[in-house]
Each structure stands twice: as structure tokens, then as C-alpha cells.
């Protein structure tokens, strides 16, 4: 079956680095994606979407792109803080508006 | 508040006993969503609301699940004689669904532990 994936279940960077989480999907139908942060013990929140007919969008010191050749998405955090450290997750929206599919996350560690 | 609110945050039960898991969407959201997240997994749907269509229930693991949604507004997720796989977190999500572009606003989880 098409299913959503991370490449890395981990992340940990130094405070201040630019960081890039990536996810790949293989339903060629997505057409839309969301980027969630997953703090402890709460639930997902929204970071930034994009839709199949851009390939980047820019939020407050975040980039998300969207490569649909080959069905990648990644999340780029500049300068990124200790507020960061959290679990990012990729979702993916097929035809139907409750055909969202949710990667596992990775989780990324700031060390000060 | 504005955002989704959840009751309990916290649910410990015995194997086999039922329990019952509110949601409280943003008023004026006509979808509900409803998910499982076991630990350290990403999010399992479970069954999803929409205005007054009937419900997409294709994500409930077994017949012990059940949701209800009352007046559009309030939701309810019953899972029946609870075993211990049922432990996990189970997310409730609302949104406008306008145009099949809108993200869904999570609440903060019930963290049900089945002993």
C-alpha cells in the first residue's frame, strides 16, 4: 500500500543550526501536506502546509518544500532554539478530506 | 478557550471495563476527527465526523469501538470491555473542511492506560 515515511527518526542539532527534516510519500494523489509539532505530552500543532501546485512556502523560520518528482517533503527550521525540541510530524492529504495520513515523526533534540 | 478541549487527560481502567472519551471541537468546526497514537508511533485514524453525513467509521480497530457526535458539536469515543492494547493516546481534531484545504486543530490528548 501508498504510505507516509521519515528518512530519520532522530534529529539532534546545536542551538543556533538550521535544521531539515524530511519525509517521503508515494501517493502520487496527495495534494495537499502539513507539517505538525508534537511537544510532550500535548497534542500536534500546526506548523505549515503546502499545497501539490507549489513547491515551497515560508512561515516565521520555517521552509517547507515540496519535491512531487520524486514525492519528497521537508521541513527547514532556521536558527533553531530549545523550543524546537519536539517530535515533527509530515501529513498528507489524499482525495478525501479524511484521507490524512500521519509519517511516525522524528523527533528532534536542540542541545544547547 | 478556543482551541479542542479533551476529558479526561488522564484515564486508568481495568481489562474489560468500558470507558467513555469527550471531545469539545472549535465552535463552528464541522469535521471532527478522531485518532490513536500508541507511544512513539505517529497518529492511526479512527473515525471522522462531517457536519450531518453519516461518519466514516473505516479506522475503528474492532466492533468495541464506537463514537457518537451529538448536535454537530460534542463527540464521544466509547470503547467497550477494554483490553490492554487499547492503551494509548486517543486525539480528538476539528476543522472547517472548507474546500478540503484546512488543517486540523488537535486537543491535547486523553492518555487511556488499561491495566
Known amino acids: 500500500g501508498e504510505s507516509v515515511g521519515l528518512h530519520l527518526p532522530t534529529l539532534s542539532v546545536q542551538e543556533g543550526d538550521n535544521s531539515i527534516i524530511n519525509c517521503a510519500y508515494s501517493?502520487?494523489?496527495?495534494?495537499?501536506f502539513i507539517w505538525y509539532k508534537q511537544e510532550s505530552g500535548k497534542g500536534p500543532q500546526f506548523i505549515i502546509d503546502i499545497r501539490s501546485n507549489m513547491d515551497k512556502r515560508q512561515g516565521q523560520r520555517v521552509t517547507v518544500l515540496l519535491n512531487k518528482t520524486v514525492k519528497h517533503l521537508s521541513l527547514q527550521i532556521a536558527a533553531t532554539q530549545p523550543g524546537d525540541s519536539a517530535v515533527y510530524f509530515c501529513a498528507e492529504k489524499g482525495r478525501r478530506n479524511n484521507d490524512m495520513r500521519f509519517g511516525a515523526g522524528t523527533r528532534l533534540t536542540v542541545k544547547p | 478557550g478556543a482551541g479542542v478541549s479533551q476529558s479526561p487527560s488522564n484515564k486508568v481502567t481495568e481489562k474489560g471495563k468500558d470507558v467513555e472519551l469527550r471531545c469539545d471541537p472549535i465552535?463552528?468546526?464541522?469535521?471532527l476527527y478522531w485518532y490513536r497514537q500508541s507511544l512513539g508511533q505517529g497518529l492511526e485514524f479512527l473515525i471522522y465526523?462531517?457536519?450531518?453525513?453519516?461518519?466514516?467509521k473505516s479506522g475503528l480497530p474492532s466492533d468495541r469501538f464506537s463514537a457518537e457526535r451529538t448536535g454537530g458539536s460534542v463527540s464521544t469515543l466509547t470503547i467497550q470491555r477494554t483490553q490492554q492494547e487499547d492503551s494509548a493516546v486517543y486525539l480528538c481534531?476539528?476543522?472547517?473542511?472548507?474546500?478540503?484545504?484546512?488543517?486540523?486543530?488537535f486537543g491535547p490528548g486523553t492518555r487511556l492506560t488499561v491495566l
Open positions: 501517493n502520487s494523489a496527495s495534494d495537499y
Open positions: 481534531a476539528s476543522s472547517l473542511d472548507r474546500g478540503g484545504y484546512n488543517e486540523q486543530f
Open positions: 465526523f462531517q457536519g450531518n453525513s453519516a461518519p466514516d
Open positions: 465552535s463552528g468546526h464541522t469535521a
